[in-house]
């Protein structure tokens, strides 16, 4: 059905956010959970009405998901790569900074500094090993899977075990994909392409 409402009715995900002085992808989740109303244009671009920002505007905001408002930077895609080898940790930087993409590195060496990461910096993708000291990779998605942390962060395994070693281990959710070492990376420009296309298509 068209909407036939005026144009100024509405706002784009971005104008949303800034009005509400929160990030992007809270924006974003608020209109998925149903907390701000919207629709999509015919082009796939979300539409959010001024009438429910000035709503949340009046009244308490809802908790903003995973970390404060303050630490999250809606201008760029933020990637958490996690990896206890410092050579291939610059590897993924110098690669990844050719992508000229809006993205963010950020690094751990293993999955308790990961956690730590996640929380203050809330990633859109992780990219990971599986054997690392004090908290494995293993250990590391099984934590996000018990947790709010989870939601939202999509989550990649880089890894020099086998799927045979990965299951004897107890295996990985089924939504995680899981590449071999050497690091894959036209694959993984794939997948960091596909995130800011989507994350584009809020806008």
Known sequence: ???????????????????????????QLWVENGQLEAWKTE???????????RRLLDVEQPAVPTVAKSAIDPARIKILVVEDDSILIKLYKTVIAGWQMPLEVITAGNGIDALIRIGKDAPDLMITDLSMPNMDG?????????SSFREGLEIVVVSGLDLAEIEARGGLPADVRIFSKPVPFKDLKVIVQNIVERREAYV
């Open 1 to 27: 059905m068209l909407n036939t409402a005026p144009l100024n009715a509405f706002l784009t995900t971005r104008e949303a956010a800034k009005l509400l002085g929160v990030s992007l992808r809270t924006a």
């Open 43 to 53: 082009g796939g671009h979300r539409r959010i009405s001024r009438t429910s920002v």
């Open 138 to 146: 293993i250990q590391l998605i099984r934590n996000l899977a018990a």
